[in-house]
């Protein structure tokens, strides 16, 4: 009988346990959730507040690496 309550108070304990970390899983699943949500609003925000100076260095720089290919490709086609 002692051994029965004693395996008892421990399976209490456990599931004690169980439910502890059950709930610091869900709530680290919620931080989880908040910070990738925070982290995707900055994101869209960088997209968002690009100036158009950065802008136009943007396209300079794609029209440069076009010209290189195009150069590339005439060369490869001689």
Do not use: F, H, P, W
């Not at 002692?2 to 919620?30: F, H, P, V």
Request: with cysteine.
């Amino acid at each position: 009988m002692n051994r029965y309550e004693k395996l008892k108070a421990e399976n209490q304990d456990l599931k004690d346990m169980l439910a502890r970390k059950e709930g610091e899983i869900k709530e680290a699943k919620e931080l989880v959730q908040e910070a990738t949500s925070k982290y995707d609003n900055l994101k869209l925000a960088k997209i968002i507040s690009t100036d158009d100076e950065e802008v136009k260095k943007m396209k300079k720089r794609l029209s440069g690496i076009v010209r290189e290919i195009d150069k590339c490709i005439a060369l490869l086609n001689q």
